[in-house]
């Protein structure tokens, strides 16, 4: 098709290329639902669904799924699957689809659904949507939620018969179109019928028609406010034997009453296509053009708006049966019979000119111009617009100019015209009528948003500004910044500035608001250097706070650009003590020693000016490098003395300022002190306390307080005494002594409280505290002589002195104090007491009373202690009565009275034995050297055990002590007194045998006694014992336990005596007694216990286990004969490995139980033939597996085949399956063989054939068995033996699994068959399971051992094989031209390209390699490629860059061409990318233009791309031959401002012209002045009047006098010389003006002034008399309560609300 046609049309993708079968290229097996995806379905031995995405055609997407239909969602990777219902036999139902949606890249099942009727078409309405039609309905099926198909219409009866082709639906989902064919008339059979439905779904009516195509667009008719919704369709039906063909477009859904717009067309088919027909339609909404596609191939274009024919043509040779809309493109793809996917659509470039002239349709041209932005309609657009304006059609005019196609008409000429033009009434003016199309259609360009805002804020309309802004509808510049800026709007305009990078206005404008982090970050991005110290000046100026905060962002910077010092010296300039004092607490806020100066800067303003402020920040802390003796004298002077003890560093400072304590915070000089040394603080504290003791004693006890660990306790109380303040030293230690354990400072306290009177606290301190010297302070109390002695009291009682108390009191007649002692302090200590006043010699009776009046509180034990000491006890026995008679139980009282009993041998064994109270062991003790028998007395009645028996000992009573242990029963005592280390054992173990056991009838007193002697190991002394109770008839000769007892005994300490026992003794526990004989190893005795009491097995296992007497053993089960008895001996004759006695055993005993073991004996012993008697017996009792499988694994080993067979198959349980692989283990493969095929295991069956070389038979059983083992088994075998078809046969079985794959493979290649394998894999590739491994792995070894047909491979399954594995097989076996194929089939086209230049003799191709180039993602493979083409193919280096241009870095490709010296050959891609303005690229292009001698090309370039070293090419330039390349040098001269060096240049060549023109550019007067004398001094007249007008401005009236009237020029300077004198005229004028109307002003401002003040003085004079007189600004009144100003509290003004003037 020709390049000027409107129409493009070119094929985008050939569906046969990626292996489609054009069998499947039909209506019924492809659809294509959208420009996305293309899908389908190809039918035969295996089905497969080939999904392709136009986005990357290459790699289409094959997956073996079988339907009758399948479409793609036209947005998403979702697919719609169809097919027919399957019945139970697996034929296809005769009514319903099933329906199936998934979800591609998920892998999951959307929806699904079976319908009740077949579905006959199908399609996606809408991304979320299906339509399905069935043979009588229509319904929609929605993707999202869980509802199923919802019927839509039922379809009408025209399309009955009919082939569904086309179902749509219109955007809004209010009207449906279905369309069908049908054969044609028997007259006309080859022109097919078209029937079409309309459906409206709110009207619920359906309208029948003829049509072949219909679609629904959206359309805005003129005439109509809104766009309505159209159908087109296409009919060609064939009536009266003539044939009519139309385009129809019919408005739907208008206003009721309205008739409906209707357009219609015909359709003008060819003679050759008479018989073709409209298959598809599509309306381009870009555009608004409508394309009817026939089937033929003929394409029709219409405009929608108007149904005008536009275009008609064939677009394809071959039949088309699909399309699918392109709305990217504006046109549509089609797909014809050949595999073809085409592309058609409009050619943007040339249609409006094609409309224009080759259809002479102006309007048409417009509109379509208009409608897709098209170019070539701009005369067009011009023309209608001049005559819009022309015939005052203001309104259209602005209206066309807004809508102008590539905005031609949108100039800053149209809208001055348009502004020109006023507003008619109740009309927009024209201006806002360009706009308002404008803001409805899209985005302004830079002149309109600023014209725009200046209207908008003329009106003060600023919030429709930002609306618009918001909604990008205005173009940023600096210019539309600052007329927002002026609005007051900063923040909007800041924003403008940034989005039209104007970084001077964007600072300014950050600075001012404040947000210094943004400046700073807009800075770095936009790497600009804000004036810093302009914008601080300013500031200060402005906006102090401001300033503040932009110094501290400045300082925070890396490297400030101001320097501290200078910005705060700014700051004080301006006496601006406060924000300077703000700026350097910030900054200097690290504490640094280099800031030590500006600490003590900000310091010292402030203790001078404000001190509180220079007290603030001191309290802060955040200084430490500022010089402390100077801020210290500050201080102080400023009476801070706090902060001036916190800097001073000597002594005398601090005592100098320490006494003004007047003026220093108590608390804060109390935290001071912890900062000072111990000795210094002390120091200070004499200070104070020598100045004036009274006021600073409170003061200087807080301080001690506070700091008593540092200066210690002992310091501070020296303090105090040398001022002999004992009340300071009292205060003090009142506060420390609860938390100090100095004695001497408890020591101090009780002293400095004695001496100041505080008695209470001494009393307190006496009793609570635990630390003082009890010794120091009993001595100090006893030497003050202190009226009240509870103080040392106290001490005494505390610390154990009762004795000097006792003595201290009586000696001072205190005794009313020892009687409250006893009384009320310690009862306790009252023996102390009444000892200490027995030594004093006091009166029996004071003693007496004393004890009587203490009564029961005292402890008694004590007291007889005591007065025992004394040898006066008997001084108690009123006291001891006295307590009996009230009923006292303390066991110290009766203790005490038994002594006094003992010692008068009144009865006491009547009291010991009566008594119950008293202690035993105490009394006993005491009796002990009296009377033993009295101490036993009492030892027996408190069972003291061991001082009984310590004292039976020592005084030899061992018959007692014999009858005492017996009576005690106690375990415990037995362990002590039979203890083996006991001298005395003997003695007593000879009277508990002899009397003490004999005399007891107590069995539990003769059992404890058997236990000790047992317990401690008494055997030969036990058996004595036993012998003379059990033998010699006692009571307890017939206990069974003491005859157990006595035989046990006799097994462990006497063998000899057993035998003699067990005869004797008859009523002992036999089985538990031969138990114990068995562990002693007396087995002859047990077997005769065991047979005396008739336990026979017990008696075998004996003989069995014990003596191992199998000889024995067989007599006794000979003699017995009993089945228990034959088991017993089978079972050890099994353990012995007698196994043919033992299963002889176990017959006579018919005994199957240990049939496990059996088995496993027999077989380790392979006694078969045994085993199967005894497994034949077995069976009849057990019915266990084992059994059966054990008799047919015998059998087999006795090779007895026909009885194995006759067992399995007859009922058993045998495990067949273990059975046949423990004979084919052990090598008997025919029973094997019987056992495999009777399961039948198949595959263990095949093993076996194998092993019996019936490879034949091995295949059939593998066949049957189907498991990979089993056919990777047989076919290893036959390839083992050579049988390579049955190997082939078995490795079509295994390959298919891919895991398995890779082991036939190696097992092939290990054994060197590799044409077998080859022609095995070849097989496998045409298996309808084939998989990628398949593929894959037959090109790896096509790859090694067949590499010619390695290529042909890859291209044909490029889809199928595992590209990856095979890049690294073609790279090790270096078939470079293939490795490049599979890096493009991967999209590597990275190592591709690397690939095709490292080998490239091999792997390069000129076409392949700029395809493979163009989608490479690394930059460096680009200039390796531009690098590889210099080398190897520099003539087709312009047609790699042409490629690549758009990704490439310019500025290093030229650095690459001027490596290599060609920068010649690169010069057409330079002047292609030179629009970049790089700098690079201009000089590089500058260069070439140089060398060619093409001056206009290089003036051309300079003026179109400024990026260049300018100066160094104009200093190349003004030496160079040619003239025009001199000037150029001096034209770039003028635009870098070297205004000198140009004129220099121009003056040289003679272009004078040039001169002058640069001279009035410059603005420079002194280099207009010598020109102008140049030209004088040259004789150039005609320059000289010449440049007096040129520079008028710049050359001063009185050098072009002076010039002209010495050079005789007066004639040619006097046209200047009258302007000069018309233009200071006209100033002069003006300047008397603005004098007369300032005068005026004046004039008026005083006049105005008076009659104000007149007004306000009329009040005085005109209110009356009786009525106060308005009040005067100022002035208070009487009896009101007046506020600041003068103004009464309550608000509002005074009375009569006077004027106020300023």
Known sequence: MSANAPIVVKEVLQLTSMGVNLQHVTFTNTTMESEKFICVRETGAQNNLLIVDMASPQQPMRRPITADSAVMNPTRKVIALKAAVQQASGQPAATGNSLQIFDLDTKTKLKAYT????????????????????????????????????????????????QIIQYRVDPAEKWCVLIGIAPGAPERPALVKGFMQLYSVDQKRSQALEAHAADFSTVKF?????ASTAITFAQKTLKDGQILSKLHVIELGGAAGVAPIKRQAELFFPQEFQDDFPVAMQVSAKYGLIYVVTKLGMLFVYDLESATAVYRNRISPDPIFLTADSPGTGGFYAINRRGQVILAGINEATIVNFVSQNLNNLTLALALAKRGNLPGADQLVGQQFTQLFASQQYKEAAELAAESPQGVLRTAEVMEKLKQIPAQPGQKSPILVYFGTLLGKGKLNTIESVELARLVLAQNKKDLLSNWWNES???ASEELGDLVKQAGDNDLALAMYQKAGTSSKVVGSLAEKGDFEELMKYSGQTGTTPDFMFLLQSMMMNNQEGAVALAKMISKQPNPPIEINTITDLFLQRNMIREATAYLLEVLQPDLPEHGSLQTKVLEINLITNPQVGDAILGSGSFSHYDRPRIAQLCEKAGLYMRALQHYTELPDVKRVIVNTHAIDPAALTQYFGTLSADWALECLREMLTTNIQQNLQLVVNVAKEYTDQLTPKSIIEVFESFNSYHGLFYYLGAHIAFS?????????????????????????????????????????????????????????RFDMVEDLTQYLYSNNMLRFIEGYVQKVNPGKTPQVVGALLDAEASDDFVTNLIISVRALLPVESLVEEVEKRNRLKILTPFLEHLINEGSTDVHVHNAIAKVIIDTNNNPEHFLTTNPYYDSLVVGKYCEKRDPNLACVAYKRGQCDDALVECTTRNSLFKLQARYVVERQDVDLWTKVLDPERENRRQLIDQVVSTALPESKNPEQVSTTVKAFMAADLQSELIELLEKIVLQNSAFSNNANLQNLLIITAIKADKTRVKDYIHRLDNFDGPAVAEIAVGYELFDEAFEIYQKFAYKVEAIKVLLDHMEDLDRAMDFATKIDEANVWSELAHSQLEHGLVAEAIASYLRGADASKYVQVIDKSQDAECFEDLVKYLLMARKKVKDAKVDTELVYAYARINQLGALEEFITGSHQANLQSCGDRAFNEGLYEAARILYARIPNWGRLASTFVRLHRFQDAVDAARKANSPKTWKEVCYACVEESEFRLAQLCGLNIIINADDLEEVSEYYQSRGHFDELINLMESGIGLERAHMGIFTELGTLYAKYKPEKLMEHLKLFSTRLNIPRLIRVCEDQQHWKELTHLYVQYDEHDNAAMVMMSHSPDAWE???????????????????????????????????????????????????????????????????VQKSNLNEVNEAVNELLIEEEDFEGLRSSIETYDNFDKLALASRLEKHELLEFRRIAAYVYKKNLKWRKAVTLAKQDKLYKDAMETSAQSGDAELAEELLRFFVEERERECFAAMLYTCYDLIKPDVAMEVAWMNGLTDLAMPYMIQVMREYHGKVDMLMTQRRDAEEQARQDEQTARDQEAARNAYQTLMPL????????????????????????GGGMPYAAAPQFS
């Not at 199923?148 to 379809?155: E, L, S």
């Not at 493979?1421 to 490439?1448: C, G, M, Q």
Request: proline share 9%.
């Open 473 to 475: 509808k205005l173009e």
């Open 1666 to 1689: 009786a009525l106060p007189a308005p009040p005067t600004p100022g002035v208070p009144q009487p009896g009101m309560d007046m506020g600041a100003g003068g103004v009464p509290y």
């Open 741 to 797: 354990e100095d004695p001497d400072v408890h020591y101090k306290y009780i002293e400095a409280a004695s001496k100041i009177g505080q008695l209470k606290e001494v009393e307190r301190v006496t009793r609570e505290s635990s630390v003082y010297p009890p010794e120091k302070v009993k001595a100090f109390l006893i030497e003050a002589k202190l009226p009240d002695a509870r103080p040392l009291i106290n001490v005494c009682d």
């Open 115 to 162: 319908t009740t009727e077949p579905v006959v078409f199908w399609k996606w309405i809408s991304p979320t949507k299906l339509g399905l039609v069935t043979v009588s309905s229509v319904y929609h099926w929605d993707l999202e939620g869980t509802a199923d198909p919802v019927k839509v219409f039922d379809r009408t009866a025209n399309l009955a018969n009919t």
């Open 222 to 226: 003129p005439g109509k406010d809104a």
């Open 1406 to 1472: 000129h076409v392949s390699f700029k395809d493979v180039a163009s989608k490479v993602n690394s930059v460096e493979v680009y200039y390796k490629a531009i690098s590889f083409y210099l080398e190897e193919h520099p003539d087709l280096l312009t047609d790699l860059l042409k490629v690549l241009e758009s990704r490439l870095d310019h500025t290093r490709v030229v650095g690459i061409l001027r490596r290599a010296g060609v920068v010649p050959v690169g010069k057409e891609y330079l002047l292609t």
